[in-house]
Protein backbone atom coordinates (compact mmCIF):
# COMPACT_ATOMS: atom_id res chain seq x y z
CA UNK A 1 0.00 0.00 0.00
CA UNK A 2 0.91 3.76 -0.62
CA UNK A 3 2.65 5.69 2.39
CA UNK A 4 0.85 8.65 1.06
CA UNK A 5 -2.84 8.27 -0.01
CA UNK A 6 -4.66 10.92 -1.43
CA UNK A 7 -8.43 11.11 -2.55
CA UNK A 8 -9.98 11.93 -4.44
CA UNK A 9 -7.62 11.11 -7.32
CA UNK A 10 -9.73 13.52 -9.67
CA UNK A 11 -12.47 15.63 -8.98
CA UNK A 12 -14.88 17.89 -11.72
CA UNK A 13 -17.08 20.68 -9.80
CA UNK A 14 -18.11 23.96 -10.46
CA UNK A 15 -17.39 27.12 -9.63
CA UNK A 16 -18.68 28.26 -5.91
CA UNK A 17 -19.37 24.59 -4.88
CA UNK A 18 -17.02 23.86 -1.72
CA UNK A 19 -14.59 21.16 -2.12
CA UNK A 20 -12.73 19.25 0.64
CA UNK A 21 -9.25 17.37 -0.69
CA UNK A 22 -8.34 14.66 1.85
CA UNK A 23 -4.41 13.43 2.78
CA UNK A 24 -3.31 10.00 4.49
CA UNK A 25 -0.07 8.99 5.47
CA UNK A 26 1.55 5.54 7.06
CA UNK A 27 4.79 6.77 7.32
CA UNK A 28 4.32 8.27 10.79
CA UNK A 29 5.82 11.79 9.86
CA UNK A 30 4.91 14.60 11.56
CA UNK A 31 5.23 17.17 8.87
CA UNK A 32 2.26 17.83 6.16
CA UNK A 33 1.90 20.04 3.14
CA UNK A 34 -0.42 20.80 0.47
CA UNK A 35 0.83 21.62 -3.04
CA UNK A 36 -0.25 22.88 -6.21
CA UNK A 37 1.21 22.78 -10.04
CA UNK A 38 0.36 24.39 -12.66
CA UNK A 39 1.73 23.91 -16.22
CA UNK A 40 5.46 25.33 -16.49
CA UNK A 41 5.42 26.80 -13.03
CA UNK A 42 6.36 23.40 -10.60
CA UNK A 43 4.92 23.18 -7.97
CA UNK A 44 3.59 25.88 -4.94
CA UNK A 45 3.39 25.46 -1.31
CA UNK A 46 -0.60 26.53 -0.23
CA UNK A 47 -0.23 25.41 3.54
CA UNK A 48 1.55 23.53 5.61
CA UNK A 49 1.21 21.90 9.44
CA UNK A 50 3.93 20.52 11.71
CA UNK A 51 2.01 19.12 13.86
CA UNK A 52 -2.03 18.31 15.01
CA UNK A 53 -2.02 22.04 16.41
CA UNK A 54 0.28 23.87 13.58
CA UNK A 55 -1.49 25.03 10.80
CA UNK A 56 0.95 27.62 8.47
CA UNK A 57 0.06 29.53 5.26
CA UNK A 58 2.29 28.99 2.71
CA UNK A 59 3.15 31.05 -0.60
CA UNK A 60 -0.71 31.10 -2.09
CA UNK A 61 -3.02 30.09 0.75
CA UNK A 62 -5.94 32.56 -0.51
CA UNK A 63 -9.04 30.59 -1.20
CA UNK A 64 -7.86 27.74 0.47
CA UNK A 65 -8.04 26.41 4.03
CA UNK A 66 -6.37 23.52 6.14
CA UNK A 67 -7.35 21.23 8.57
CA UNK A 68 -4.83 18.85 10.77
CA UNK A 69 -7.77 16.07 12.21
CA UNK A 70 -4.66 13.65 13.62
CA UNK A 71 -0.99 13.09 12.67
CA UNK A 72 -1.73 10.80 9.94
CA UNK A 73 -4.63 13.21 8.32
CA UNK A 74 -4.34 16.75 6.26
CA UNK A 75 -7.45 17.83 4.27
CA UNK A 76 -7.56 20.81 1.71
CA UNK A 77 -10.84 22.90 1.31
CA UNK A 78 -12.15 25.61 -1.19
CA UNK A 79 -14.39 27.02 0.15
CA UNK A 80 -16.04 28.89 -2.78
CA UNK A 81 -13.92 27.12 -5.79
CA UNK A 82 -12.84 29.15 -9.00
CA UNK A 83 -11.79 28.18 -12.60
CA UNK A 84 -8.43 29.29 -11.67
CA UNK A 85 -8.13 26.58 -8.95
CA UNK A 86 -8.10 23.93 -12.20
CA UNK A 87 -4.74 22.19 -11.13
CA UNK A 88 -3.09 19.02 -10.25
CA UNK A 89 -2.95 19.00 -6.20
CA UNK A 90 -0.04 17.43 -4.19
CA UNK A 91 -0.09 16.26 -0.50
CA UNK A 92 3.76 15.76 0.97
CA UNK A 93 4.85 14.39 4.35
CA UNK A 94 8.42 14.48 5.87
CA UNK A 95 9.79 14.01 9.30
CA UNK A 96 12.25 16.34 11.19
CA UNK A 97 15.72 15.82 12.68
CA UNK A 98 17.27 18.95 13.12
CA UNK A 99 17.75 19.61 9.58
CA UNK A 100 15.91 19.58 6.48
CA UNK A 101 14.45 15.89 5.78
CA UNK A 102 13.23 14.86 2.25
CA UNK A 103 9.30 15.46 1.44
CA UNK A 104 7.78 12.54 0.19
CA UNK A 105 4.62 13.11 -2.17
CA UNK A 106 1.21 11.50 -2.75
CA UNK A 107 -0.30 10.24 -5.76
CA UNK A 108 -2.04 13.79 -6.61
CA UNK A 109 -5.66 15.00 -7.23
CA UNK A 110 -6.56 16.47 -10.60
CA UNK A 111 -9.37 19.25 -9.55
CA UNK A 112 -11.16 20.74 -12.41
CA UNK A 113 -13.42 23.93 -11.82
CA UNK A 114 -15.77 24.59 -14.20
CA UNK B 1 14.10 35.04 -2.24
CA UNK B 2 15.25 31.78 -3.71
CA UNK B 3 14.25 30.42 -7.23
CA UNK B 4 15.49 27.59 -9.45
CA UNK B 5 15.24 27.56 -12.80
CA UNK B 6 15.35 24.74 -15.52
CA UNK B 7 15.82 26.44 -19.08
CA UNK B 8 15.18 23.46 -20.97
CA UNK B 9 11.24 22.86 -20.93
CA UNK B 10 11.46 20.12 -23.16
CA UNK B 11 14.33 17.96 -24.61
CA UNK B 12 13.66 14.70 -27.17
CA UNK B 13 16.21 12.21 -27.31
CA UNK B 14 16.72 8.35 -28.90
CA UNK B 15 16.95 6.09 -26.94
CA UNK B 16 20.34 5.18 -25.69
CA UNK B 17 21.48 8.62 -25.99
CA UNK B 18 23.09 10.46 -22.85
CA UNK B 19 20.89 13.18 -21.54
CA UNK B 20 21.71 16.30 -18.89
CA UNK B 21 18.91 18.19 -17.49
CA UNK B 22 19.61 21.64 -16.36
CA UNK B 23 19.00 23.46 -12.87
CA UNK B 24 20.54 26.60 -11.76
CA UNK B 25 19.42 27.74 -8.77
CA UNK B 26 19.83 31.36 -6.62
CA UNK B 27 19.73 31.63 -2.70
CA UNK B 28 21.16 33.64 0.14
CA UNK B 29 20.88 30.51 2.63
CA UNK B 30 24.69 29.76 3.32
CA UNK B 31 22.99 26.02 4.35
CA UNK B 32 20.53 25.21 1.83
CA UNK B 33 19.63 21.07 -0.12
CA UNK B 34 18.71 20.46 -3.51
CA UNK B 35 16.60 17.99 -5.20
CA UNK B 36 15.17 15.91 -7.98
CA UNK B 37 11.76 15.02 -8.60
CA UNK B 38 10.47 12.41 -11.27
CA UNK B 39 6.93 12.90 -12.81
CA UNK B 40 6.39 10.23 -15.07
CA UNK B 41 3.08 10.26 -16.94
CA UNK B 42 0.94 8.57 -14.59
CA UNK B 43 1.30 11.68 -12.65
CA UNK B 44 2.99 11.12 -9.31
CA UNK B 45 6.28 12.59 -7.90
CA UNK B 46 9.05 10.40 -7.06
CA UNK B 47 11.97 11.57 -5.16
CA UNK B 48 15.16 10.96 -6.77
CA UNK B 49 18.27 12.64 -4.81
CA UNK B 50 18.79 14.92 -2.45
CA UNK B 51 22.22 17.39 -1.98
CA UNK B 52 23.21 19.03 0.90
CA UNK B 53 25.19 22.21 0.19
CA UNK B 54 28.01 21.62 2.10
CA UNK B 55 28.50 18.10 0.08
CA UNK B 56 29.51 18.96 -3.12
CA UNK B 57 30.76 15.14 -4.25
CA UNK B 58 28.86 13.86 -7.45
CA UNK B 59 27.01 11.34 -6.75
CA UNK B 60 25.87 8.32 -9.62
CA UNK B 61 23.25 5.79 -9.42
CA UNK B 62 23.13 3.27 -11.87
CA UNK B 63 22.21 5.73 -15.27
CA UNK B 64 21.87 8.33 -13.08
CA UNK B 65 24.55 10.96 -12.18
CA UNK B 66 24.27 13.84 -10.35
CA UNK B 67 26.66 17.32 -11.22
CA UNK B 68 26.19 19.80 -7.95
CA UNK B 69 28.89 22.82 -8.75
CA UNK B 70 28.34 25.71 -5.87
CA UNK B 71 30.59 28.05 -8.56
CA UNK B 72 27.44 28.18 -10.88
CA UNK B 73 25.00 27.34 -8.55
CA UNK B 74 24.13 24.64 -10.92
CA UNK B 75 23.04 21.13 -10.06
CA UNK B 76 22.80 19.20 -13.24
CA UNK B 77 20.93 15.98 -13.50
CA UNK B 78 22.15 13.20 -16.20
CA UNK B 79 20.90 9.92 -17.76
CA UNK B 80 23.43 7.55 -19.34
CA UNK B 81 21.88 5.47 -22.12
CA UNK B 82 18.82 6.94 -21.64
CA UNK B 83 15.44 4.42 -22.16
CA UNK B 84 11.67 4.67 -23.05
CA UNK B 85 11.15 4.26 -19.31
CA UNK B 86 13.10 7.46 -19.01
CA UNK B 87 10.15 9.44 -20.25
CA UNK B 88 8.85 11.82 -17.31
CA UNK B 89 8.89 15.59 -16.16
CA UNK B 90 11.63 16.14 -14.05
CA UNK B 91 11.81 18.77 -11.45
CA UNK B 92 14.94 20.35 -9.25
CA UNK B 93 13.69 21.73 -6.16
CA UNK B 94 15.62 24.14 -3.39
CA UNK B 95 14.87 24.41 0.26
CA UNK B 96 17.32 26.78 2.80
CA UNK B 97 17.68 26.52 6.12
CA UNK B 98 16.10 29.73 6.90
CA UNK B 99 12.77 28.59 4.47
CA UNK B 100 9.95 29.14 6.70
CA UNK B 101 8.18 25.34 6.85
CA UNK B 102 10.95 24.22 5.01
CA UNK B 103 9.21 25.15 1.47
CA UNK B 104 10.35 23.39 -1.33
CA UNK B 105 11.14 26.40 -4.23
CA UNK B 106 10.51 24.37 -7.51
CA UNK B 107 11.64 24.62 -11.49
CA UNK B 108 9.64 24.77 -13.78
CA UNK B 109 10.23 21.59 -14.61
CA UNK B 110 11.90 19.17 -18.13
CA UNK B 111 9.98 17.06 -19.99
CA UNK B 112 12.50 14.40 -21.62
CA UNK B 113 11.12 12.39 -24.00
CA UNK B 114 12.88 9.57 -24.79
CA UNK B 115 12.03 7.85 -28.10
CA UNK B 116 12.48 4.21 -29.35
Known amino acids: DADVTQTPRNRITKTGKRIMLECSQT?????MYWYRQDPGLGLRLIYYSFDVKDINKGEISDGYSVSRQAQAKFSLSLESAIPNQTALYFCATSTHSGYQETQYFGPGTRLLVL | AQKVTQAQTEISVVEKEDVTLDCVYE???????LFWYKQPPSGELVFLIR??????QNEISGRYSWNFQKSTSSFNFTITASQVVDSAVYFC?????????????FGGGTRLMVKP
Open chain 2, 27 to 33: TRDTTYY
Open chain 2, 93 to 105: ALSGDNNAGNMLT
Open chain 2, 51 to 56: RNSFDE
Open chain 1, 27 to 31: KGHDR
